[in-house]
């Protein structure tokens, strides 16, 4: 569990505005949670228990803010379209590293998670940005057009005979698109 108490120790500061903050603080915190919660058998009680063990990576500034935008998140996750698409597929990678080589410049991520459903492939990354409208909501579709292109590219190194989609798991509202 060296890995684990790496990940416990070490704190970001990423931007000096503390909205931002909480924002990126949050998107680690749930993304840390959905990396080990089991889909099929999910509680209110171990959602907790796993965003408890998240509490050390938070700045003491913005933790009970962190702390209670995960719980919401994870709360409305737990009743989800989300959550039931992920319950009944099978789990293939969580957190794949991978790396591009293209146009003389090496690209990197990590996906969220790939899953297999209704024999195709699915490509997912999970968002937590909040968004009220059908136009906010399109936004945020929007800004991850370059990054699904990576990640089908990614994929397809992988499965290449396989039907693979891209979808977002938009978290403020559980919905997949």
């Given at each position: 569990?060296?890995?684990?108490?790496?990940?416990?120790?070490?704190?970001?500061?990423?931007?000096?505005?503390?909205?931002?903050?909480?924002?990126?603080?949050?998107?680690?915190?749930?993304?840390n949670?959905?990396?080990?919660?089991d889909?099929?058998?999910?509680?209110?009680?171990?959602?907790?228990?796993?965003?408890?063990?998240?509490?050390?990576?938070?700045?003491?500034?913005?933790?009970?803010?962190?702390?209670?935008?995960?719980?919401?998140i994870?709360?409305k996750?737990?009743n989800?379209?989300?959550?039931?698409?992920?319950?009944?597929?099978?789990?293939?990678?969580?957190?794949?590293p991978?790396?591009?080589?293209?146009?003389?410049?090496?690209?990197e991520?990590?996906?969220?998670?790939?899953?297999?459903?209704?024999?195709?492939?699915?490509?997912?990354d999970?968002?937590?940005?909040?968004?009220?409208?059908?136009?906010?909501?399109?936004?945020?579709?929007?800004?991850?057009?370059?990054?699904?292109?990576?990640?089908?590219?990614?994929?397809?190194?992988?499965?290449?005979e396989?039907?693979?989609?891209?979808?977002?798991?938009?978290?403020?509202?559980?919905e997949?698109?």
């Open positions: 569990m060296k890995e684990e108490k790496e990940r416990e120790e070490i704190k970001f500061n990423f931007s000096k505005n503390t909205g931002e903050n909480i924002s990126i603080y949050t998107g680690i915190v749930v993304h949670v959905l990396e080990e919660v889909f099929t058998n999910i509680s209110l009680k171990q959602l907790n228990t796993l965003i408890k063990k998240q509490e050390k990576i938070i700045p003491e500034l913005i933790k009970n803010v962190v702390m209670e935008n995960s719980r919401k994870l709360r996750f737990i989800s379209p989300l959550h039931k698409e992920l319950k009944e597929s099978n789990i293939i990678f969580r957190e794949l991978f790396t591009l080589y293209e146009n003389e410049k090496y690209i991520g990590r996906i969220d998670i790939i899953y297999e459903k209704d024999g195709k492939i699915i490509v997912m999970y968002k937590t940005n909040r968004y009220e409208t059908e136009e906010e909501k399109q936004k945020v579709i929007k800004a991850y057009e370059k990054q699904k292109e990576y990640y089908l590219k990614a994929v397809k190194k992988i499965f290449p396989k039907n693979i989609e891209f979808k977002l798991g938009l978290l403020w509202k559980g997949v698109v």
